[in-house]
Structure formats: structure tokens, C-alpha cells
């Protein structure tokens, strides 16, 4: 049985710092590039950053508003992936999804961030 299962999240200030993580198994997950999205209350889910399977500096990418704030990366040996979020501000509000990429696609639960003062 293929699992995702996600931590971290919660309410922070803007400006402040949280840390996701997205724990795997049931799957080769060195095998499956691997993604963060989010959705915002009354929008569509958006992808924030996406890692390759190896994780090089050439294999990570983000979405614009998050590019100098946000860091993907990976544990191929813990079979996790973690989104790092700096300076987070309240447009940064969502549910944020993990996704093992590939056919079929996998998700992971969600898991609340609230940027609010």
C-alpha cells in the first residue's frame, strides 16, 4: 500500500518559518520526481516546487512567488521530502499536497498552513 504521509504546518506570523515534510512508502521513491502543491481557499491547486529524482541543483523547481523563499528537497535513504518555507506571507495561506509523480499519481493528505498576525 502506497503511503504519503505529511507533517508540520500550522499557524505562523509572516515573515516567520515552517517546515513540511512528506514521508513515503510502498513505492521506490528514488524512482518518482517529487512535488509540492498548494490550494488556497476558493482557488485551484497550483504546484510550488517540484525535485528530481536525484535532486541537483539542475533538477528543482519553483513557482515564481516562492523562488528565493521556499527549498525542496529529499532523503532518498528516509524515502522523504521536505518543503522549507522562509519568509512566509499571508498570500502563502493554503492546504499544501505532496505528489510522488508518475503513473499513477500519488498524493498526500494536506496539511493546513495559516500565515496570519
Known sequence: ????VQS???LVQPGGSLRLSCEVSGLAFSRY????????????REVVATIS????PGGLKYED???GRFIISRDNVK????????????????????RARGAPDYWGQGTQVLVSS
Open 65 to 67: 512567488s516562492v523562488k
Open 8 to 10: 508540520g504546518g500550522g
Open 79 to 98: 524515502n522523504t521530502v521536505y518543503l522549507q518555507m522562509n519568509d512566509l506571507k499571508p498570500e502563502d495561506t493554503a492546504i499544501y499536497y505532496c
Open 33 to 44: 520526481a517529487m512535488s509540492w502543491y498548494r490550494q488556497a481557499p476558493g482557488k485551484e
Open 1 to 4: 500500500q502506497v503511503r504519503l
Open 53 to 56: 529524482t536525484t535532486g541537483g
